[in-house]
């Protein structure tokens, strides 16, 4: 895994969305089926790196568990209480 200046901070924001997220109707965690989606979508991704988006920085197995979270390219959405986040237009 590669630590950049921007992996700390990105990390710490998306914990503040999740955690602002408890707040709303709106699910927290992804569902495991939707996870292990998103992590499959992640590895045939050429920014994905040793479990780690090279765009975003986030360590991909932490950042798809999290409802709250979006891929920076559109493979997936933020997971809402009417989406699942999947579908891409």
């Known amino acids: 895994m590669i630590f950049t200046r921007h992996t700390i901070p990105n990390a710490l924001k998306a914990a503040a969305r999740a955690v602002k997220t408890l ?6 965690l992804a569902t495991p089926g939707i996870q292990m ?34 891929c920076p390219i559109g493979r997936w959405k933020k997971q809402t209480r009417f989406s699942n986040g999947l579908k891409v237009s």
């Not at 707040?23 to 927290?28: A, Q, R, T």
């Not at 975003?56 to 932490?62: A, K």
């Open 23 to 28: 707040f709303s109707k709106d699910p927290v």
């Open 37 to 70: 989606i998103r992590e499959m979508r992640c590895q045939g991704c050429n920014h994905e790196l040793d479990g780690q988006c090279t765009l975003c920085t986030c360590v991909v197995s932490l950042k798809t568990m999290l409802a709250t979270e979006s």
